[in-house]
């Protein structure tokens, strides 16, 4: 039995997730939060979050690593731990300092660092020969204007320090640009309390689909579990607006996603304790990166993937993070392909109306969360907006995510907000 420190986590799938694939997995954690309620405020009314089944919970500041280093030290010589994760992407670097100082499995501290500032891992890729987007950071306006034209319109604007997709823009001229800028610089501290970077990342705006990659790292070995598609929808936002498990491709845009994924992970050093997801664009030029998450996918893609091929990557995560070899053989679970679509909401107001319960048992649903009445609704700028989903599974082939948009057409049609 591994004892686990876990650092924050997300509030989403994965704090339950998680917590789930460490129990079944015979494992106990002791969970490290700097605001418990930030977690307990989403468990349902009269539940027991599962983050509350940890041995022990600690409260300390997790937004100051220096200062929480020496405590986790003192915390050690007494509970022992014998690996360090989080779900969260804002406590990654923090959670792979941890495990370094304590010598400890995980990747190393620097390369989960590069992996979640997004202008770092342009410049690491882009030194590596791996193909992304024309891209320049700044803070300055003049500069980040004269760097547009440079790039050329259209493009997008990024934080190179949040998630989700928040403040991610796609912009056509100077005064869009602006807007976007002036946007970004108004959110100096994201959701967890942690001053933000002003620089701005500007990157050349890539045609095609959008994909990702799973996999799992152990002791330099990379293994795909597989090729996952996406939608978005929200423009100028992007905002992912659906998943299917495996992506429907040609097998050789398959074979040239996955290769370029492991030509990222390996020129970021993300080759040994680490459940990945690796964004890629199949542009008409070739893949692109978009992005590289050295942790597992979110939006329940694990879950999709886990339906599909009865690999667990919460499971894998909580092996290589404890230093052990992770079981991703997979089995037959009597299902081709597994999706999920979101309830995306298009304006602000009172949720009204959404029944969903006629839903539930129809043909091919494999899980259905909404929200419920009374909701207060927020016109989706971001993935943080959604009004719940719908999960589809298919045993013929790859014929879910028809499923899943369909029936989610029929949510909509009865969805009301005022």
């Not at 100077?174 to 970077?197: H, M």
């Not at 996918?297 to 886990?306: D, S």
């Amino acid at each position: 039995m591994g004892h686990l420190l876990m650092v924050e986590s997300w509030v989403g799938s994965m704090s339950r997730l998680l917590p789930r694939a460490i129990r079944q997995g015979g494992h106990e954690f002791t969970f490290l939060t700097r605001d418990l309620r930030h977690y307990l405020r989403s468990a349902p009314e009269g539940a027991a979050h599962p983050l509350l089944g940890a041995r022990h919970v600690i409260t300390a500041d997790t937004n100051d690593a220096d200062a929480l280093l020496p405590l986790i030290e003192r915390l050690h010589e007494v509970l022992r731990f014998d690996g360090v994760l989080t779900s969260c992407d804002y406590y990654l670097p923090t959670a792979a300092r941890i495990a370094g100082r304590l010598g400890l499995p995980g990747p190393a501290p620097d390369a989960v660092a590069n992996a979640c500032r997004k202008d770092a891992t342009r410049r690491v890729l882009a030194a590596a020969g791996v193909p992304g987007p024309r891209f320049a950071v700044h803070e300055e306006g003049a500069a980040l204007a004269r760097a547009a034209r440079e790039i050329g319109y259209p493009l997008v604007v990024k934080p190179v320090d949040l998630c989700a997709g928040m403040y991610v823009r796609h912009v056509d001229d100077e005064a869009q640009l602006a807007s976007a800028v002036e946007a970004l610089t108004s959110f100096p501290v994201n959701a967890r309390g942690q001053r933000r970077d002003h620089a701005v990342l500007l990157e050349e705006l890539l045609d095609g689909p959008e994909v990702s990659v799973e996999t799992v790292s152990h002791r330099g070995a990379v293994q795909v579990v597989g090729v996952t598609d996406k939608s978005v929808g929200g423009s100028p936002a992007f905002i992912e607006t659906g998943h299917m498990f495996p992506a429907a491709l040609p097998a050789a845009d398959t074979e040239a996603a996955e290769q370029t994924a492991l030509a990222a992970l390996k020129a970021l050093g993300l080759t040994d304790g680490v459940v990945a997801h690796t964004e890629v664009k199949l542009t008409s030029a070739g893949p692109r990166v978009v992005e590289v998450n050295p942790r597992p996918a979110g939006n329940r893609i694990t879950e999709l993937v886990r339906h599909v091929t009865g690999i667990d990557l919460a499971a894998c995560f909580v092996e290589v993070s404890l230093g052990r070899e992770p079981d991703v053989r997979g089995c037959r679970t009597g299902l081709r392909s597994a999706a999920i679509g979101f309830l995306v909401p298009e304006t602000s107001g009172t949720l009204s109306s959404l029944d969903g319960d006629g839903l539930r048992d129809a043909p091919g649903v494999l899980e259905v969360r909404l929200a419920e009445p009374g909701a207060q609704v927020r016109a989706a700028g971001s993935n943080n907006e959604y009004l719940g989903h719908i999960m589809t599974g298919d045993a013929e082939g790859p014929g879910a995510r028809d499923r899943a948009e369909a029936l989610l057409d029929e949510l909509r049609s009865a969805m009301v907000i005022r």
